[in-house]
């Protein structure tokens, strides 16, 4: 089983509600499974070796695209965030593409999440 998203291109009125109407098809050619790998190298190769490859979700739209959680793993404590997605082309199985700025914002929140979770060394009287 996986998740599909449908990104709906219309925006919601000021008042009332909206009355959503979707329909779609396609040949998706990279599975989730291909399309998680292909997260994990980059996560393991561009940001670091703790922020591993979640559960991909497939995003419906003009250009689908596998989207992984970056999730921050922690020794003794397993998942303890979420620190970016990573999109995968579900056509073609390539990263889309990151900004040296997008990559240094996500090693930055992993690297104050996990401070936060470390314990700090208490000197001995």
């Not at 559960?55 to 404590?77: I, S």
């Amino acid at each position: 089983m996986f998740r599909v998203l449908y990104e709906y291109p219309k925006t919601w009125p000021k008042n009332g509600s909206l009355r959503v109407e979707a329909q779609f098809a396609g040949e998706i050619t990279v599975s989730p499974t291909i399309a998680q790998r292909h997260a994990a190298g980059f996560l393991a190769g561009h940001i670091t070796m703790m922020v591993l490859a979640g559960e991909p979700v497939l995003v419906w739209g003009e250009q689908p695209v596998w989207r992984v959680p970056a999730c921050l793993h922690l020794p003794d404590l397993g998942e303890v965030s979420i620190v970016g997605f990573i999109e995968v082309d579900a056509l073609t199985g390539e990263i889309i593409p990151f900004s040296p700025d997008q990559i240094a914002a996500m090693q930055r929140r992993a690297n104050d999440i996990a401070t936060r979770f470390t314990l700090s060394a208490t000197p001995a009287s």
